[in-house]
C-alpha cells in the first residue's frame, strides 16, 4: 500500500452506509472499522477515498450477507483537493470488497461507475477491472 499524493478529507466514519460497486455479490454495507485510524479518545473513525475498511454486508447474496468483509473507499460525497488545486467529489459513496489486501486483488470482477485515482495510486491491480477512472 502506498501514500497518496492528494490531501484526502475523511469524509466517512463508522456507522456509514455505502454502496458496493463491484459484482462480488454484495450491495449494501456499512463500515465498521478503519484499518491504521490512530485516534483519541470519544473520536469516531474515519476514513477517506484510498482507505482500507472492514464492513458488515447488509444486503446482497444470502452467502455474503451478514458477512465481515475488508473493502476499499472508491468514492465518497465530501470534496477534496488533489495537489494540481482541483477539488474532486462524487455522487455517492461506494466501496469494493477485497479478497487480499497485501496483494490488492479484488473478488469481483467489474465496477461499476467511476473510481477516484487516489485509490488506484494506492492499490495498482484495480486498474485491471475499472471502467472509469476520475
Known amino acids: 500500500m502506498k501514500g497518496l499524493k492528494a490531501k484526502v478529507s475523511r469524509g466517512l466514519t463508522t456507522g456509514t452506509f455505502v454502496k458496493v460497486a463491484d459484482n462480488s455479490g454484495a450491495k449494501d454495507a456499512m463500515i465498521i472499522s478503519v484499518r491504521g485510524f490512530k ?71 467489474v465496477i461499476k461507475g467511476p473510481i477516484a485515482r487516489e485509490a488506484i495510486e494506492r492499490f495498482n491491480m484495480l486498474t485491471k477491472i475499472a471502467s472509469i477512472v476520475a
Do not use: W
Not at 446482497?60 to 458477512?67: A, D, V
Not at 468483509?69 to 470534496?79: A, F, L, N, T, Y
Open 39 to 109: 485516534g483519541l479518545r470519544k473520536r469516531q473513525p474515519s476514513c477517506g477515498v484510498g482507505d482500507v475498511v472492514t464492513c458488515t454486508v447488509k444486503t446482497g447474496n444470502t452467502e455474503m450477507k451478514h458477512q465481515k468483509v475488508q473493502c476499499v473507499v472508491i468514492r465518497q460525497r465530501k470534496e477534496y483537493r488533489r495537489k494540481s488545486g482541483v477539488r474532486v467529489k462524487f455522487e455517492d459513496n461506494a466501496v469494493i470488497v477485497m479478497k487480499d489486501i497485501k496483494k490488492g486483488e479484488a473478488k469481483g470482477t
